[in-house]
């Protein structure tokens, strides 16, 4: 079997960490400023290093808000950058699998997304990372985009752990109760990644394995419902728990658009890889154990 590295952008962000964290498989992670969309020459630099068997790209600009008016800073990250990685794999000869997101589609839809559903975003980050799609593909015929959506871990800047530190001072919350999606731990999207991996290297590329997947944790809930989780899940390890109130995406005005239902149906990952998330409370679960053991 092939035992050259996959090499693992976006070094310090919760995805590659739980990459590394994986057991039986080599993982170079590589992340700024030795390698950084904004420095071309740096991407090549790190393929050449690593000499890796396969690329999986999870570095991205993913400040929402922050890319509405910074859009040109998006479109580099997430667009321009993907499609000089997506070149230098082509070159090489490895697949590529590149990490987006459910801002893609516009919420409007009322059941969950299939991959062949017309994409709307509605903000300039959900633009910008449709566009590194479009580029990704285009520029390399070993490509998967893996669409997921709310990822969450035991360390980085994420949902669950905002809602575990306000909780330390505040004891009441207001949370966004009208927005539809499926929370995913990293440690779980990660083990999909690498099960996917281990495919192609036991099986070769298969012109079935290009594309684009969705990926996301089983089943759904809305920001309300995971920030209630998170407490109740708390609760068991004696942390203070806050009120927490359901308020309208209206009440809660931000810069950038949302989609209201996002919700990600993950079968043709299924169908293709044989690869389930498992359920998101359970996962969820075993993310607050993690976090409280780590104190």
């Known amino acids: 079997m092939d035992r050259r590295p996959i090499l693992v952008t976006g070094g310090t962000g919760q995805l590659a960490l739980a990459l590394a964290a994986s057991v039986g498989v080599p993982v170079v992670r590589v992340g700024r400023p030795a390698f950084d969309f904004e420095q071309p020459d740096s991407i090549e630099a790190a393929m050449h290093s690593a000499a890796p068997s396969l690329v999986v790209n999870t570095a991205a600009y993913t400040a929402v808000d922050a890319a509405e008016t910074d859009a040109e800073a998006a479109y580099r990250a997430n667009r321009d950058g993907p499609a000089v990685l997506a070149r230098l794999c082509t070159e090489a000869g490895i697949p590529l699998i590149h990490i987006s997101t459910d801002y893609v589609f516009d919420g409007a839809k009322g059941t969950p997304y299939v991959e062949t559903d017309p994409v709307a975003p509605q903000c300039v980050y959900g633009a910008s990372k449709l566009a590194g799609e479009t580029a990704v593909l285009a520029g390399c015929a070993q490509a998967i985009v893996l669409r997921t959506s709310w990822v969450y871990a035991a360390a980085g800047r994420n949902f669950v752990l905002t809602m575990l530190n306000l909780a330390k001072t505040r004891d009441r919350l207001q949370v966004v ?119």
């Open 177 to 295: 109760v009208d927005q539809f999606g499926c929370p995913t731990a990293a440690a779980d999207l990660a083990a999909a990644i690498l099960s996917i991996a281990m495919r192609i290297r036991t099986d070769g590329w298969q012109q079935r394995f290009g594309g684009v997947f969705h990926a996301a944790g089983g089943g759904s809930t809305t920001w309300h419902g995971l920030a209630s989780a998170v407490f109740e899940e708390a609760a068991r390890h004696g942390s203070r728990i806050p009120r927490v109130d359901p308020i309208a995406t209206a009440e809660y005005p931000t810069k950038a658009r949302r989609p209201a239902d996002s919700r990600l149906d993950c079968s043709k990952l299924a169908d293709v890889f044989d690869v389930r998330l498992p359920a998101w409370r359970a996962s969820l679960a075993r993310t607050i154990d993690a976090i409280f053991a780590a104190g």
